[in-house]
């Protein structure tokens, strides 16, 4: 069977931002939000000061002690540990995309820890191919409820951290069938 490929991978720069954040803030979690005031953005919080519901589904754990193409050597402690979670019903729309977590100049949204930085979360996707999404139907998603009965997420052995978000969602280039310009 294939590798499971990861819901969830982060650039150089927002795994960087969140290990300054959890430097300050201790354990971290976040959530995709699905739209009202803070957008569609990625919010990052304390570990726990989002409830997370019954229904939303865990795209993946970032390891914070990752860099670009590692894969980890021992198992994470609880605080190296990112949880990134959506909710049910916008999971059901973006389940063919890997979300990649990456960071832009800006104010993010007054609720995200990374606010006052200067800097905010940004998601950018890559759709699945057939042969991922294949792979994928055969892994259970874990949701709120299976979480709080010490249900985790399959591992995958791909890297977790791209360089920048063009390695992970590549935009085609010129000369290509989608851009010949």
Same mark, same amino acid.
């Given at each position: 069977?294939?590798? #499971?490929?990861?819901?969830?991978? $982060?650039?150089?720069?927002?795994? !960087?931002?969140?290990?300054?954040?959890? @430097?300050?803030?201790?354990?971290?979690?976040?959530?995709?939000? @699905?739209?009202?005031? !803070?957008?569609?953005?990625?919010?990052?919080? +304390?570990? %726990?000061?989002? *409830?997370?519901? !019954?229904?939303?589904?865990?795209?993946?754990?970032?390891?914070?002690?990752?860099?670009?193409?590692?894969?980890? $050597? #021992?198992?994470?402690?609880?605080?190296? /540990?990112?949880?990134?979670? /959506?909710?049910? +019903?916008?999971? &059901?729309?973006?389940?063919?995309?890997?979300?990649?977590?990456?960071?832009?100049?800006? =104010?993010?949204? @007054?609720?995200?820890?990374? $606010?006052?930085?200067?800097?905010?979360?940004?998601?950018? @996707?890559? *759709?699945?191919?057939? !042969?991922?999404?294949?792979?994928?139907?055969? *892994? &259970?998603?874990?949701?709120?409820?299976?979480?709080?009965?010490?249900?985790? +997420?399959?591992?995958?052995?791909?890297?977790?951290?791209? &360089?920048?978000?063009?390695?992970?969602?590549?935009?085609? %280039? =010129?000369?290509?069938?989608?851009?010949?310009?």
């Amino acid at each position: 069977m294939a590798d #499971t490929p990861r819901r969830v991978r $982060a650039t150089a720069a927002a795994m !960087d931002l969140l290990r300054r954040l959890r @430097g300050r803030h201790g354990p971290l979690m976040l959530h995709q939000s @699905g739209g009202c005031c !803070d957008g569609s953005a990625p919010m990052c919080y +304390p570990a %726990g000061e989002f *409830v997370v519901g !019954d229904r939303d589904v865990l795209l993946g754990l970032l390891d914070l002690r990752l860099r670009v193409g590692e894969l980890p $050597a #021992t198992p994470p402690e609880p605080d190296d /540990i990112a949880p990134v979670w /959506i909710s049910g +019903p916008q999971f &059901a729309a973006w389940r063919h995309t890997q979300l990649v977590l990456d960071v832009v100049p800006g =104010r993010g949204s @007054g609720f995200s820890l990374e $606010a006052p930085e200067g800097f905010r979360f940004l998601s950018r @996707g890559r *759709v699945f191919d057939s !042969d991922e999404l294949a792979t994928l139907a055969t *892994v &259970a998603t874990v949701t709120g409820a299976d979480w709080e009965r010490g249900e985790r +997420p399959t591992a995958s052995t791909q890297p977790q951290v791209v &360089a920048e978000a063009a390695d992970a969602c590549p935009v085609p %280039g =010129r000369g290509t069938p989608w851009n010949p310009v």
